[in-house]
């Protein structure tokens, strides 16, 4: 993820990336990282996307613990052409969708503590990597994230990377895609974390809606606490068409005339899967 203006950390390359540095990792911090994928490795079956499951293999490398971004960037070279690099934490906007646009996925070099295994402020490694390197080995999901860089690097004003924001939070970071007459997860930020895992697919408390990209960029979002409400796309190849073929710049100027929406809202024109309680939001809001 990305903050708008951070400063350029001493000892990182005009592209803000650094070497990864894998024999630094402590024996500890590899134990951390075995212990996070195994619970999600067990849990997720049955509620993850079925092209993340596959994608998760990529991951399976010669060594257990945090993979080193070396051997992994070569396996991901060959399913679909992107590469892993490492930074020190959260990188400009700019910079970001710049190595998107090239299939280079930025990653945290660091790893949570353990007092953090269940929450964590700033993206590491296991959200970075574990959560959004397995959808990068999928053709169509791959071509959706280049897109997007794409998308970033034309939006020029903070209005329009503001929208653009909202497009990467409720598909990359926490969408939801159908599987037949269920849903399925495939959003990095719920399939890296054990309790959104099951609250956002279980839960009475979300809305679950029908994606639309004019209106997810309208929606304001949560950073503090589960989403309050989680967009449902029908299929990668179909978030793809859509990012393609939107014309970006007038929809941004349309939007300007528009409102922004509160994370819980319900429109009349939405498709509604699931009609949240919102017991979960208001329980930690009093
Ligand atoms: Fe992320």
Do not use: C
Not at 61 to 88: C, H, N
Not at 115 to 130: C, G, K
Not at 196 to 213: H, I, K, T, Y
């Amino acid at each position: 993820m990305t903050a708008a203006t951070p400063m350029r950390p001493e000892g990182t390359a005009a592209d803000w990336t650094v070497p990864q540095d894998w024999k630094r990792y402590t024996p500890a911090e590899h134990a951390l990282w075995d212990r996070l994928f195994a619970r999600q490795a067990a849990m997720l079956p049955g509620r993850v996307a079925p092209a993340f499951l596959a994608g998760l293999d990529v991951l399976r490398l010669s060594k257990p613990g945090i993979p080193d971004f070396d051997e992994l960037s070569d396996r991901l070279m060959k399913a679909t052409g992107w590469q892993v690099v490492a930074v020190p934490g959260l990188v400009p906007d700019d910079v970001f969708y710049e190595h998107l646009a090239n299939r280079r996925f930025v990653a945290g070099n660091f790893i949570r503590t353990p007092d953090q295994i269940d929450y964590l402020e700033e993206p590491d490694v296991f959200h970075d990597v574990f959560g959004h390197v397995p959808l990068l080995a999928d053709p169509v999901f791959a071509d959706y994230m280049q897109a997007y860089g794409e998308g970033g690097r034309r939006a020029g004003g903070m209005d329009a990377i503001d929208k653009l924001a909202r497009l990467y939070w409720y598909t990359v970071e926490f969408g939801l895609i159908r599987d037949g007459d269920g849903l399925k997860l495939y959003g990095a930020g719920i399939v890296s974390s054990f309790g959104e895992s099951r609250f956002a697919l279980e839960d009475d408390s979300p809305n679950r809606l029908g994606f639309d990209l004019r209106r997810v960029m309208r929606t304001r979002y949560r950073i503090d606490d589960y989403q309050q409400t989680y967009f449902v796309i029908d299929s990668f190849d179909d978030l793809l068409r859509q990012t393609q073929e939107t014309d970006f710049a007038p929809l941004y100027a349309a939007l300007e005339t528009q409102a922004d929406l509160d994370p819980e809202t319900i429109l009349p024109t939405d498709r509604v899967i699931t009609r949240g309680s919102q017991t979960h939001a208001r329980r930690h809001s009093a």
